[in-house]
Structures are given as structure tokens and as C-alpha cells.
């Protein structure tokens, strides 16, 4: 890790919002891969989470690391757009959403916009979605891959609900459903009896690419 990158982490777990941005801009501006730049805000939101749960930090600051990450995202996306050569051909078409009970939304902004750039269709139904909306937009939508994101431990049950209810309404065959968001790993996917996880937006990206054939 190189000196600046260490000072943006550094910059963004220590609530120096104004050092954060400018060290983001600059890397940015030097031409420094975007990708890499959000890979470091998410390791500084590891060590904000962390004082979170410490009660060294509390409310005020994950929404201030929230909104820190989302003007670096907001910077860094159509950088990122450049890169992947602008509009590509719609390969097939996703639903994403952040299941019931929970409002994180950043993890799941940053994989609509890197499915949409790499050519799905994306039909992105925001947070805190209710079973009942999935079941009706999924109906409507008829995506190929349906993508459930959560970041607290009481999605996991809202998101086992999601494809339950899916799988009730008849709407789970022939589809494939990604589950993701911070916490999520195998055991929990195990759990939801999604098909597969996530770890990031990338991840998401090849599941979709696997799953949905040229
Ligand atoms: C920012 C933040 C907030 C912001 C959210 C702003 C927003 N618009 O999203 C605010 C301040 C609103 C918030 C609120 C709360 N939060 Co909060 N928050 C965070 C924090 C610091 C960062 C989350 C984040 O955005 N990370 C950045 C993204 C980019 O992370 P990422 O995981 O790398 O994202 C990738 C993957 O997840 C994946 N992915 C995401 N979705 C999907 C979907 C699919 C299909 C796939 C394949 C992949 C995928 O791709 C993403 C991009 O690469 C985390 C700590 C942490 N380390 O995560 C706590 C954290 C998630 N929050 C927590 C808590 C407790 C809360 C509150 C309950 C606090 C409170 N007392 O009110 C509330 C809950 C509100 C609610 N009902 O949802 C806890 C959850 C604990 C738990 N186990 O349940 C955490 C873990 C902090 C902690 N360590 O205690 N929070």
C-alpha cells in the first residue's frame, strides 16, 4: 500500500472529510485505477464499523462515512464508465433491491452501476423492500437474476422470506438469485437458499455472466 492510500484510509476512519475528498480527487486525477480508490474507502468503512460496535463511534459518524463514500463513489463512477468503454449491448436483465427492514444502500449502488456498465439491464427497487414487491416486480420485470442485499444480521431473515416467497409465486424457476452486503458469506447463503453470494460488485458481475448466456 502506498503512502496516499494509507492517508485515505486513514483520512476517511478518522472523519477528516474534507482531507478525505481531496486525497480521493487527487489520486483520482493522477489517474489512479477508480476501482482501487473504493476498495480503499471500503477498508476505511471496516474500521468505521468496527469503532461502531467498539461505541468509540456512533450514529453521526457512519452517516458522515456514508456520505463520504458516497461523493468518492459519485467522483469515481464515471471514471470507472470510461474505463469499460462506455454503453455496452444489454446482455439480459437483473432486479436488485436491499430486502426489508434494512436501508443500507451504498454496496447495492455500486453493483447496479457495475452491472450496468458491463450491459444488463438493471431495475434497481430501492430499500427496505417488502416480500411483496420483489414477488410483484420480479413478476412484472421477469429478470433472469434477481440480486437481494443486506447489511444488518436481521436481513438474512427478511431475505430467506424474499426467496421463499418467490419460489412460492411460482417466479423461482428458471431464474437465478444472488444474495450480497456485508456480512453475507456461504453459511448465510446456506440459509437464505439463494443460489449463490457475493462479496462485491465484481462478484455479482460474474455471477450474472455465468448465469445469463451470451
Ligand atoms: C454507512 C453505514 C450506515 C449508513 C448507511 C448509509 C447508506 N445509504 O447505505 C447509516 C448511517 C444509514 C447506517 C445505519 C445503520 N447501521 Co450501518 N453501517 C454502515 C457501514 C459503516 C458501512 C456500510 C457500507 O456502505 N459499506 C460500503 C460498501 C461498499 O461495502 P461492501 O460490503 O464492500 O459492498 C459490497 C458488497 O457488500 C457487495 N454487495 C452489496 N450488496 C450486494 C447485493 C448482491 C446481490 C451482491 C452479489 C453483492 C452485493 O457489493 C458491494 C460493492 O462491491 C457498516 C460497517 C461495514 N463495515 O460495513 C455499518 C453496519 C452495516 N451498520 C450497522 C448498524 C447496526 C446500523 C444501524 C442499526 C445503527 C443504528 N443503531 O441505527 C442502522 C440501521 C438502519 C437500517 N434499518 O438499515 C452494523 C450492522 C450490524 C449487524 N450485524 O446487524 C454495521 C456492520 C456496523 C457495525 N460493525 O456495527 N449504517
Known sequence: MTENER??????????EEEALELAKAMLARGEDPLRVLELCREAMDIVGKRFERQEYFLPELVLAGEMLETI???????????????AKK?????????????HDIGKNIVTFMLDINGYEVRDIGIDVPVAKFVEEVRGFQPQVVGLSGF????FDSMKE???????????E?????????????????YTGADAFGGNAV???????????A
Do not use: F, N, Y
Open 203 to 213: 462478484a455479482a458481475v460474474s455471477l450474472c455472466r455465468q448465469w445469463i448466456a
Open 152 to 155: 444488518l444480521t436481521l436481513a
Open 73 to 87: 463513489g459519485a467522483i469515481a463512477k464515471p471514471l470507472i464508465q470510461e474505463r469499460s468503454g462506455g454503453e
Open 174 to 190: 428458471g431464474r437465478r438469485i444472488m444474495i450480497g452486503g456485508g456480512q453475507v458469506d456461504e453459511a448465510v447463503r446456506t
Open 7 to 16: 492517508r485515505l484510509i486513514e483520512a476517511i476512519a478518522e472523519m477528516r
Open 91 to 103: 446482455l439480459g436483465r437483473v432486479l436488485i433491491g436491499t430486502v426489508h427492514g434494512d436501508l
Open 162 to 172: 424474499t426467496v421463499q416467497a418467490l419460489e412460492a409465486a411460482g417466479l423461482r
